[in-house]
Structure formats: C-alpha cells, structure tokens
C-alpha cells in the first residue's frame, strides 16, 4: 500500500491565497524530497530536507520536516498563477532493508485568477 | 549543461509486444532511476543503476527491465506490453543517486492498444 500519503489531492484557491500540501508516513523518513510537476511537463526539483524539525524557505515557499521525520508540509503563500501545478513529496524509507524513495500521489493546484 | 533526455518522447504499441526505451542522463552523473506515472498510481519507482549496477529495485513485475551503460546511458525494457502498461515513463538521474537532487527527463509517453 501507499507508504508516503499526501492530501490533499487537490486544491483549487484563488490568486493570492495560501496554499499548503501535507505529507505523511507510518514510519520514519531519513529525508525528504519536494518536487514540482507543471501541466504537461516533468517534476522539477525544489528542495531536500533532512534534519528533524528542518524548515527551508525559497521565496514564498515554505517547507517543514516534523520532530519525528514522519511528515512534511509545503506552503506557498500568497500564490500566483505561475504556481500552478502538482506537487510531489517524496520520502525516504528502509523497506526490507532497503532505502527507496517512496513518492506521495500529489497534491494538484489550480488557481484562479 | 544538457538536460536529461529520454527517447521516443511518444510511443504507441500492441498488446504482447515489446518496447525499449532510452535514456541519457547529465553529463557527470552516475545514477538513472525509472519511475513509471500514471493518473491512477502516481509516481512509482522502478529501478535504480549506478555504474553500470542495479542498486534499488520497485515492486514491478519481471517483464520490466534495464541496463545501463558505461557511460551512464540507461535503457529500459518492458517485454509482453499490457494494457496497463500505458503510462509517462519518466528517467531521472543525478551525481550519485536518490538520496540527492534528482533531474527528470521529459518521459516516453506510452500507449498500448
């Protein structure tokens, strides 16, 4: 089953609204990855976070990695028209001894201008 | 620096056939995943090579496969096409692998009849 949940699936706000996405794991995450996937193109990377309870911002993008490394939140504030598009968390996990990158579904978001 | 390409960008094939796809990574990079995106799944991890060795492996049946070459070109190989099969596949690489800043290619669009 889906290890790495993320919701909402999608999020329609008008211009100049907030936006968040939330990203959630049973278990513990050695890292974090966000990416951005415009309509029609392919994920582009925005950021990686590590250390527990990290927080990086790009511009009017915030991120934040949880105490426990189990969740991962992205919010854009005051969003405009170029943000359009879905975002991808994806997190790192030990499966059967293994570290994979596990992708979320996406949070897709629409705005209206 | 060129970006990741991948070719055919589209490909439109029958049940039961085969398809290879191709992939060149960045110049300097070591490592090219595969991820497979569809509407329903999402983003779903296939494998992972670095030099030349599959280092990670998803949980997809053995019809897919790959290789990668000494210098970093990757390819990938589904045999026995299904419907399902019809899907965005999408190569990534970067300097050293997964743990780090991934550069997507714009994808071979698939589609199985």
């Known amino acids: 089953g889906q290890q790495v949940m993320q919701i909402p699936q999608y999020q329609h706000v008008q211009e100049g609204e907030d936006f968040t996405t939330y990203c959630n794991s049973s278990t513990t995450l050695s890292n974090i990855q966000w990416y951005k996937q415009r309509p029609g193109g392919h994920p582009v990377f925005l950021i990686q976070l590590v250390k527990s309870g990290e927080v990086k911002k790009q511009k009017r993008l915030t991120f934040q990695f949880g105490e426990a490394k189990k969740n991962s939140s992205l919010h854009i504030t005051a969003t405009q028209t170029t943000d359009v598009g879905t975002y991808f968390c994806a997190g790192r996990i030990i499966i059967q001894g293994a570290q994979k990158l596990v992708f979320g579904q996406g949070t897709r978001l629409t705005i209206n201008p | 620096k060129a970006g990741v390409t991948q070719t055919p960008r589209y490909l439109i094939k029958t049940r039961g056939q085969q398809v290879t796809l191709s992939c060149s990574p960045i110049s300097g990079h070591r490592s090219v995943s595969w991820y497979q995106q569809t509407p329903g799944q999402g983003l779903q991890f296939l494998f992972e090579y670095f030099s030349e060795t599959q280092r990670n492996k998803g949980n997809f049946p053995g019809r897919f496969s790959g290789r990668q070459f000494s210098n970093s070109r990757s390819e990938m190989n589904v045999s026995t096409l299904e419907l399902g099969d019809s899907a965005l596949y999408l190569c990534?690489?970067?300097?050293?692998?997964?743990?780090?800043?991934?550069?997507f290619g714009p994808g071979t669009r698939l589609t199985v009849t």
């Open positions: 990534a690489s970067s300097f050293s692998g997964t743990n780090y800043e991934q550069y």
